[in-house]
Every structure is written in C-alpha cells, then in structure tokens.
C-alpha cells in the first residue's frame, strides 16, 4: 500500500530563512509520480509541482527548489529566504500507477509559519 | 476562465441528517474527485468520476455516494450524518481521468455536524 510521512507537523522561521519540508514516500509500484500542494487558510489546495518516478533531476522554480532521491523515497521541498506569504499548511502527495493512477495519498502535512 | 467551484462553501447539520455538496469543474474537464479533509489530516480520496462513470473509490462507508451529471459536474451525498463526519470537502477536476493530467482543487465545502 502507498503511504507518505510527512514527520514535520510545523516549523517556525523567520523571514528571510531558508527552510527544508521533508517527505517520505513508500511505494511498491516502479512507475508513481509525487506532487507538492500549499494549502492557505482559505482552504484551497494550491498545485507546486508534480515529478515522476523516472525523472530525478532536482528542480528549482523562484525561490522553491524540490531535491527526488529514490534511493531513500524522499521528495524534499525547499523555500529560499521564507516571506510571510509562505505561512500555509504544505502537502506532499503520492499517486501509484502508469498514467499517474486516479487518486492521491496525502501526507499528514507541515504546518509552515514564517515570521517578521 | 472559472476554477473549480464547490456550493456550498460552509454547512451545518445535525446528526443523523442528509448532505448534498455539489462541485462544478473546470470547463473541458470530464472527471471529478472527491476528497475528505479532518482537520489537522492531509486529503482522504473518497469517488472518482470519469465521464459519468465511477473509476475509484476510496474506503469509505456506503452512506457515502456521488454521480457525476452530463455536464460533468458532481454531487457527494452523505447520509446518516455522523460526527465525525465533520470536515472540508474538496473537489477537484481534470482534463481525464488520469493524475499525470493534472488537478485542480476547488476552495472546498466545509461541514460540520452537530
């Protein structure tokens, strides 16, 4: 069965800090893809980024930056000098299956704070 | 272009009552998700609609049901409303019925049974 940890449950930085959000995925299946959703106070769930299982180069878009290792089944997520409207509550996702399968499994999520 | 749309955004029922939550896609998109969030929990799957069609389900009890309408928008139905019951419910849509295609998660409906 497919199953995400999320081991973090919140994190405190102030503005300015870089911070590291871990995942940890199991899977048995050889083709997956992971994702990263942020998810404000409203309630939304805003899509980050979506990686394949044959794809593990590391990626860097603005200030996030995604580090994929197999070998350990972490996706790790990275936020380069933290702003205030990076507070929400962050969620790494798995989904087993050629084509990507047809539902996701959440992680328990991190609950992010960046302060002035 | 609209975003996902969920009605409606909050809801407050009483035990043992009924619960329509409707959700709109994104137009184009023909398949619908269904999602159940406690808080301080990530998103539990609950249906999946692919061209009016159940494609997935997660594990969760028949009280819970969904169909998906030939505009492809979507109803969750709970009944027998239990406490515990009490979540967000998040829809999202994509283009098919597959996850490299894609999601995209409306605001959710928040409920809350009493």
């Known amino acids: 069965a497919q199953k995400v940890t999320q081991a973090q449950t919140e994190i405190s930085v102030v503005e300015k800090e870089d911070v590291t959000l871990d995942c940890v995925y199991e899977?048995?299946?050889?083709?997956?893809?992971l994702f990263w959703y942020k998810q404000p106070p409203s309630g939304e769930l805003v899509f980050l980024i979506r990686?394949?299982?044959?794809?593990?180069q590391n990626e860097i878009s603005g200030r996030y930056s995604w580090n994929f290792q197999k070998s350990t089944s972490s996706f790790n997520f990275t936020i380069t000098a933290s702003q205030v409207v990076d507070s929400a509550v962050y969620f790494c996702?798995?989904?087993?299956?050629?084509?990507?399968?047809?539902?996701?499994?959440f992680g328990t999520g991190t609950q992010l704070k960046v302060e002035l | 272009d609209a975003g996902v749309t969920q009605s409606p955004t909050h809801l407050i029922k009483t035990r043992g009552q009924h619960v329509t939550l409707r959700c709109s896609p994104i137009?184009?998109?023909?398949?619908v998700s269904w999602y159940q969030q406690v808080l301080g929990q990530g998103p539990q799957f609950i249906f999946q609609?692919?061209?009016?069609?159940?494609?997935g389900r997660g594990n969760f009890p028949d009280r819970f049901s969904a169909r998906q309408f030939p505009n492809y928008s979507s109803e969750l139905n709970v009944n027998a409303l239990l406490l515990g019951d009490s979540a967000l419910y998040l829809c999202?849509?994509?283009?098919?019925?597959?996850?490299?295609?894609?999601?995209?998660f409306g605001s959710g409906t928040r409920l809350t049974v009493v």
């Open positions: 999202a849509s994509s283009q098919r019925g597959l996850l490299n295609y894609g999601y995209t």
């Open positions: 899977t048995r299946d050889t083709t997956y893809y």
């Open positions: 990686r394949n299982s044959f794809d593990e």
């Open positions: 996702a798995l989904s087993e299956g050629a084509g990507g399968g047809n539902k996701l499994t």
């Open positions: 137009s184009g998109h023909k398949s």
């Open positions: 609609y692919y061209e009016k069609e159940e494609r």
